[in-house]
């Protein structure tokens, strides 16, 4: 093998850690396992403890979301998502789900994000963990339209798009948060495989996700960089230095509130 070593900091851009039997113990592990973490909720009732048990943390830090799969049926929590979008830095799960469970609440859905964009845009200076499921244009166009000249930070998480929706992506100043999970499909290898390294993160999406037949944990971020390799010729050291570059330059100034 060639390339650098695969070290830490290693990078979980999108994790659920409140939703780990023992939330305490999962921040504490990326703390001894070195990787940055950035740990999305799926409903802004989570935001306190979330807020909380990070604000201490060296590598994890907690976005404040509304999840699109929940937003229909927790309609009533976006006043409190508003009320605490000022103290929150990051921002997510949010974003659109076309998929075929949740397509009836795409007008909710919609407004919801559009609320979110044009927040961020407003107060400026937020990093946005962003669903799209079946839903990859419409997420950009609303990005397009209602985050100018760039306000805020976009990463993609989980994206399934086409090649030229990734490039009008890159275009845009998006980042790609990828998983060992998606790249189990040839197309999707195909579609990583395409994308500028230096556009290239990772994540787990865990408990969502699987590693060894159990719920994937940060560290096993690990898979995502042996995939990513794979499917871009690399090797896995070489691609964990790239997303460590890219982390540090998406982060810009916060990346020294990361340890970075
Ligand atoms: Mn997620």
């Given amino acids: 093998m060639t390339g650098a070593p695969m070290q830490p900091p290693l990078a979980d851009l999108h994790c659920h850690l409140d939703l780990y039997p023992d939330h305490a113990a999962a921040i504490r592990e990326c703390e001894r396992d070195g990787v940055c973490a950035l740990t999305v909720t799926t409903t802004p009732k989570a935001w306190p403890r979330n807020r909380d048990l990070t604000s201490s943390s060296r590598h994890v830090h907690a976005a404040l979301g509304l999840h699109p799969q929940l937003v229909a049926e927790r309609s009533s929590e976006i006043g409190l998502w508003q009320e605490y979008f000022s103290e929150a830095r990051y921002i997510g799960e949010v974003g659109l789900d076309g998929g075929p469970r949740f397509y009836r609440s795409l007008d909710v859905q919609r407004q919801f994000f559009e609320l979110v964009l044009r927040a961020c845009a407003r107060e400026g200076g937020k990093f946005i963990t962003v669903h799209s499921v079946r839903c990859t244009k ?123």
Wanted: proline share 4%.
């Fill in 138 to 260: 419409e997420v950009l166009d609303m990005i397009e339209k209602h985050l100018p000249a760039r306000t805020a930070r976009v990463v993609l998480h989980w994206f399934t798009g086409s090649k030229s929706e990734a490039r009008r992506a890159v275009d845009m100043g998006c980042y790609f948060s990828v998983n060992a999970d998606m790249l189990r499909k040839a197309q999707h290898r195909d579609l990583v495989a395409s994308l500028p390294s230096d556009r290239v993160l990772t994540e787990t999406d865990g408990p969502f996700t699987q590693t060894a037949s159990r719920p994937a944990r940060p560290s096993d971020v690990r898979a995502a960089l042996e995939s990513i390799a794979v499917c871009r010729g690399s090797d896995a050291g070489t691609v964990a230095a790239a997303v460590r570059t890219n982390l540090i330059r998406f982060l810009g100034d916060e990346a020294q509130a990361w340890a970075l």
